[in-house]
């Protein structure tokens, strides 16, 4: 039985910060908006095992490859969380993966970048895992209860992804020159980016403000961005690697660091599909989805059979 049957209940309990669930009433733009949040934030858990992935084969040693496959198969189970958290507002998984191969839902800008040294293995667990943490820990207290409960589980296993990268950059740092040479790469390359994972800045993002009524999103983009500075500054310094940004300094009336801004025609290419490895990312998904094929259906025929 549904407890919220009303708008005025409904906004009450939002404002309270309690949690709506799914038999609850709720207006359709926060249904929509769920739908898509969730469904892109699965989106981007699947897509993402691709540029990891892509390294399990070639992993150094055994135990580097079983940490990296037990990673990646994490992803894998984040997405699922999130697929079935978003089957409660009343979309079928069938649609969601639709909307991915059509193009009609988006996945995260980070994963259309390239994976082309180990190191990045390190850097995508160090700064694309740091980020995905300082995003998606304060999503533990978003509105929605099943969002909220599945994202508990996803930041336990995120602030584990995050430490093995950064363990990772630290045996590479303290190896040889050539390696360190390697870390510092792949932090060039990976830091604007990272910064970009939590969308434009507050001014031109459309959806924050009623996201925040809501009590979807319990911070604004350029909060976490903040927040995320602030927080990988110090372990760069503790790792010795530069952060490319010239502007990066720390400000004592604010108590925070001043950085520079990343590149936002970069993030609008990339989100509309010109990134340099959106239609790699896109391809193989397609393919994967074909191969399953025979999976679903058996899987449909053995359900019809019980
Ligand atoms: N990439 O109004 P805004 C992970 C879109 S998984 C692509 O600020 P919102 C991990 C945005 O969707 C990482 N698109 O939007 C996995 C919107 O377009 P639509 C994923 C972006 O929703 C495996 C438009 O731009 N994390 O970490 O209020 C291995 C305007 O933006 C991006 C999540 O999904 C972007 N970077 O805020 C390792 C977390 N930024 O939908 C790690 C949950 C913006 O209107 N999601 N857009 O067509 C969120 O917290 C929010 O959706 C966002 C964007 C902060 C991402």
């Given at each position: 039985?549904?407890?919220?049957?009303?708008?005025?209940?409904?906004?009450?309990?939002?404002?309270?910060?309690?949690?709506?669930?799914?038999?609850?009433?709720?207006?359709?733009?926060?249904?929509?908006?769920?739908?898509?949040?969730?469904?892109?934030?699965?989106?981007?858990?699947?897509?993402?095992?691709?540029?990891?992935?892509?390294?399990?084969?070639?992993?150094?040693?055994?135990?580097?490859?079983?940490?990296?496959?037990?990673?990646?198969?994490?992803?894998?189970?984040?997405?699922?969380?999130?697929?079935?958290?978003?089957?409660?507002?009343?979309?079928?998984?069938?649609?969601?993966?639709?909307?991915?191969?059509?193009?009609?839902?988006?996945?995260?800008?980070?994963?259309?970048?390239?994976?082309?040294?180990?190191?990045?293995?390190?850097?995508?667990?160090?700064?694309?895992?740091?980020?995905?943490?300082c995003n998606q820990?304060?999503?533990?207290?978003?509105?929605?209860?099943?969002?909220?409960?599945?994202?508990?589980?996803?930041?336990?296993?995120?602030?584990?992804?995050?430490?093995?990268?950064?363990?990772?950059?630290?045996?590479?740092?303290?190896?040889?020159?050539?390696?360190?040479?390697?870390?510092?790469?792949?932090?060039?390359?990976?830091?604007?980016?990272?910064?970009?994972?939590?969308?434009?800045?507050?001014?031109?993002?459309?959806?924050?403000?009623?996201?925040?009524?809501?009590?979807?999103?319990?911070?604004?983009?350029?909060?976490?961005?903040q927040r995320f500075v602030?927080?990988?500054?110090?372990?760069?310094?503790?790792?010795?690697?530069?952060?490319?940004?010239?502007?990066?300094?720390?400000?004592?009336?604010?108590?925070?660091?001043?950085?520079?801004?990343?590149?936002?025609?970069?993030?609008?290419?990339?989100?509309?599909?010109?990134?340099?490895?959106?239609?790699?990312?896109?391809?193989?998904?397609?393919?994967?989805?074909?191969?399953?094929?025979?999976?679903?259906?058996?899987?449909?025929?053995?359900?019809?059979?019980?």
């Open positions: 039985m549904p407890v919220i049957e009303d708008e005025a209940t409904f906004e009450a309990t939002v404002a309270g910060n309690d949690r709506i669930e799914p038999r609850d009433w709720m207006p359709e733009g926060y249904r929509r908006t769920l739908v898509r949040q969730i469904a892109q934030h699965a989106h981007s858990e699947i897509i993402g095992m691709q540029p990891e992935g892509a390294w399990i084969g070639r992993a150094p040693s055994l135990r580097r490859k079983a940490i990296l496959l037990a990673k990646v198969q994490d992803e894998a189970g984040h997405g699922l969380y999130l697929y079935s958290a978003c089957e409660t507002l009343g979309v079928t998984r069938a649609e969601l993966t639709d909307m991915l191969l059509s193009g009609k839902q988006k996945y995260s800008s980070i994963f259309n970048y390239p994976t082309p040294s180990y190191a990045d293995v390190g850097t995508i667990g160090w700064l694309v895992d740091g980020a995905a943490i820990v304060p999503l533990c207290r978003t509105s929605y209860g099943p969002y909220g409960r599945a994202m508990i589980r996803i930041c336990k296993e995120e602030s584990f992804h995050q430490r093995q990268g950064y363990e990772l950059l630290m045996t590479m740092m303290r190896g040889t020159d050539e390696q360190r040479a390697m870390v510092q790469e792949s932090v060039d390359r990976f830091w604007w980016p990272s910064l970009m994972m939590f969308g434009p800045p507050d001014v031109e993002s459309p959806n924050t403000a009623r996201s925040m009524a809501w009590g979807i999103k319990r911070n604004t983009n350029d909060e976490l961005r602030d927080m990988t500054v110090p372990q760069a310094e503790a790792l010795g690697v530069t952060l490319p940004d010239p502007d990066l300094r720390w400000n004592p009336d604010r108590g925070a660091y001043d950085f520079g801004q990343p590149d936002w025609s970069e993030l609008k290419r990339v989100v509309s599909g010109e990134g340099p490895c959106n239609a790699e990312r896109m391809a193989h998904r397609t393919r994967a989805h074909e191969d399953g094929a025979w999976v679903r259906e058996a899987a449909a025929a053995y359900a019809g059979q019980r």
